[in-house]
Structure formats: C-alpha cells, structure tokens
C-alpha cells in the first residue's frame, strides 16, 4: 500500500495485516452424495436431549436480551467444578476469552507466548491485541517446558499452553504444568486452555482448574463447543483470579452470550450420562484407531483429545491422501498451517465413519 493510497481510506493498526486469517478445515466434497466431516473435531454423538430441549425453548423470548452476568450458568459452571461464580467470565466460544485476555494484557512492545504447534488463535489473538508473538519449539511434537522458560522475558505478559493440544493431541502431565507456573514470574499470565479437558482420561492429567484458584497468575479456559456438543451456539468460560476476572468483565461485550447459549450450557451440564457416553465412545474409539492407524505404518502420537494426528511420509503423501478421503466423503483436517504439512488431523467419528476412514486408507495405500 503506498502512502496516496493509505491516506485516501481508513488504516487499521499495522498488527493486524500480519495476521494470517483462520481458515477452518473444509465441510464439503462437491459431487458426494454423503460426507462425514471429522476435520473440526466435532462430536459424534450431537448435544444431550436436553440442550436441545433448552435451545428450542429460548426461542419463546428472542425479543428480550440475554442476561449479561450469565448467571444462571455461572451458577452451574461453579457448582459443578466447585468455584465461586465471581470467579468465572463466560465468552461466546473460548476463542473469545483468549481474545478478550489478550487485549487486557497484551499492547505494543509486550510479547505473547505460544509453542510450536499450538492453536491458531493464540497468534491472531496477540496480533491482534498489538502484541508480538513468539514461539517456543516443541519436542516430540509436545511442549516443552524448559524451551517455553528459555524464550520468556521481562516483555512476556501472557503464555497460552494447548492443554490437551490442538492439533497434536498432546498434553503435558500434572508436574510439568506446575513446574511451568512455578518459574514464571508474578506478572507473566499463564492461559491454560483446556477445550478437551473432559476426553483426557490419563492419569497424570491435570485441567488446571486447582492451578487457578491457587495463583494470582493463572487461568483456565474451557469450551461447550466439543463433548457438550454446543459447537454451533459459541460458549466458553474462564476460571480466573478476582483481579483477572475484573478486568475481562470491563472490556467483554455487555451481553456476549446470547440467550439459548446460556440455557443450553446449563442443561448440557445437568446431563452427566451423556458426558459419561462420550467419554466412553471416544476412549474406545480413539485407541481402537490408533492402533489400527499404526498397523498401517501411520502412527499418530498418543492423543488425549478426541482426534488423531495422522502422519504421512511427506507433505505430498498427506495431499494424496486427503483427496482420496474426500472423494470417499470422508473429510479431515489439512494442518498445513500448523506447521505439520505431512499430517491430516482425524476426529474421533461415530463408528461407521471411522470404519469407513480404516477401510479408505488400506485401499488409499493397496492403490498406491
């Protein structure tokens, strides 16, 4: 853009042009009769019957506005975690509270930390926020503790750490999350981003929630967008400290969470058999697929999410692969963007979807 030009038309802050926009995995196989999209993690087993109940009966009162404390789900999010209400935002998606987190703490000359291969909205979130991102590299496609320690400085305001990590399916265990937030200094933020917390079922996995009612400088950040099934509806929320939890409540949208949102999430968390179911499906499914995956000769990390990063012998390989998926109507996620050219990200499906993927990638390989 020259000069003449900038100055016949509004500019927004330079940060923003060095945003790469996110782009989400394809929902469509033109010329497919049936698909069955497993790039967004998504889950197959839908939302309980009774945020569906909820959801319909918020549309008996679309002329009023929602409640803009959100505090009949506060109030649910608190009694279920045992937290006091006061301490949690809700956001319309999680994506939201990364938002709204960087721009409290995040302006110009301050720096945002993420790892190698963490979620994408870490970065555009501290562009956004005029902030300057900085990447800590990764081991064993994992974070890594002492590489995040060795790239923190006193310009670091905030670390965001993808916990289980999207799109690795990574996680770091109890220890290391401690040992991360006992050497961070008093003014860095640690964002502990927890979207996939319910499908970790490892021993050594910790969600963070202890963590942040311990520390003046941790949060946790957790989605109704994944085994909730709310995807569609956009809900988050945060368990943050007081002084935290000010701060976002002073920049938030007055009324951010519409109203069949709020109800949803409430009856959703009601529905402890549902969670169970699917936890229960994914677990099954997850490992059923790795293994199968690996007799294959693709062996995806262990995962403590409901997907499965597959890895491809090179970047063509994994392009190959896809078109062949999406011919079949079976749709998964290039991450390309992640810095994982080489691999598809599979989501965790219903049954016959993931047969279907096993049975199209033993051919993909028979044919090739």
């Known amino acids: 853009?020259?000069?003449?030009?900038?100055?016949?038309?509004?500019?927004?802050?330079?940060?923003?042009?060095?945003?790469?926009?996110?782009?989400?995995?394809?929902?469509?196989?033109?010329?497919?009769?049936?698909?069955?999209k497993l790039s967004s993690n998504e889950t197959p087993l839908g939302p309980s019957p009774r945020a569906r109940e909820a959801f319909r009966a918020a549309g008996d009162a679309l002329e009023a506005y929602p409640d803009g404390a959100a505090t009949a789900l506060r109030d649910a999010i608190a009694q279920k975690h045992g937290l006091a209400p006061e301490t949690i935002v809700c956001g319309s998606g999680s994506d939201e509270i990364l938002h709204l987190l960087?721009?409290?703490?995040?302006?110009?000359?301050?720096?945002?930390?993420?790892?190698?291969?963490?979620?994408?909205?870490?970065?555009?979130?501290i562009l956004a926020a005029g902030g300057t991102p900085v990447v800590a590299p990764e081991t064993n496609l994992t974070a890594d503790v002492d590489a995040i320690l060795a790239r923190v400085t006193p310009r670091t305001k905030i670390v965001f750490l993808a916990n289980p990590n999207n799109p690795t399916g990574t996680y770091l265990p109890?220890?290391?999350?401690?040992?991360?937030?006992?050497?961070?200094?008093?003014?860095?933020?640690?964002?502990?981003?927890?979207?996939?917390?319910?499908?970790?079922?490892?021993?050594?996995?910790?969600?963070?929630?202890?963590?942040?009612?311990?520390?003046?400088?941790?949060?946790?950040?957790?989605?109704?967008?994944?085994?909730?099934?709310?995807?569609?509806?956009?809900?988050g929320w945060c368990h943050a400290p007081a002084a935290v939890c000010?701060?976002?409540?002073?920049?938030?949208?007055?009324?951010?969470v519409n109203s069949a949102a709020l109800a949803a999430g409430v009856a959703a968390l009601a529905d402890e058999a549902h969670i169970e179911t699917a936890v229960a499906h994914n677990a099954l499914w997850r490992d059923r697929l790795a293994h199968e995956l690996a007799a294959m000769g693709l062996a995806p990390p262990p995962s403590a999410g409901n997907f499965l990063l597959i890895p491809f012998a090179d970047a063509a390989a994994a392009a190959a692969?896809?078109?062949?998926?999406?011919?079949?109507?079976?749709i998964l996620r290039a991450v390309g963007?992640?810095?994982?050219?080489?691999?598809?990200?599979?989501?965790?499906?219903s049954g016959e979807a993931n047969g279907l993927v096993l049975a199209a990638l033993r051919d993909f390989f028979a044919n090739g």
Do not use: W
């Not at 302006?107 to 190698?116: A, H, Q």
């Not at 000010?246 to 951010?256: M, V």
């Not at 692969?321 to 079976?330: P, V």
């Open 174 to 235: 109890k220890a290391e999350v401690l040992r991360l937030a006992d050497a961070l200094p008093p003014q860095t933020l640690l964002v502990i981003d927890a979207a996939y917390a319910e499908y970790a079922t490892q021993a050594d996995y910790d969600d963070g929630l202890a963590l942040a009612q311990a520390r003046e400088n941790v949060v946790m950040t957790r989605t109704f967008s994944k085994i909730f099934g709310l995807a569609a509806l956009r809900l």
């Open 246 to 256: 000010d701060a976002l409540n002073r920049i938030r949208p007055p009324f951010n």
């Open 102 to 125: 960087a721009a409290a703490y995040l302006g110009p000359g301050d720096e945002g930390l993420f790892t190698e291969h963490g979620f994408l909205v870490y970065k555009i979130a």
């Open 337 to 349: 963007a992640y810095g994982l050219p080489h691999c598809l990200r599979l989501s965790v499906g």
């Open 1 to 36: 853009m020259t000069k003449s030009e900038a100055a016949a038309r509004p500019v927004p802050n330079p940060s923003v042009f060095a945003i790469d926009p996110y782009v989400p995995g394809k929902s469509a196989a033109p010329g497919v009769e049936r698909i069955h």
């Open 321 to 330: 692969a896809d078109a062949f998926l999406t011919k079949r109507g079976l």
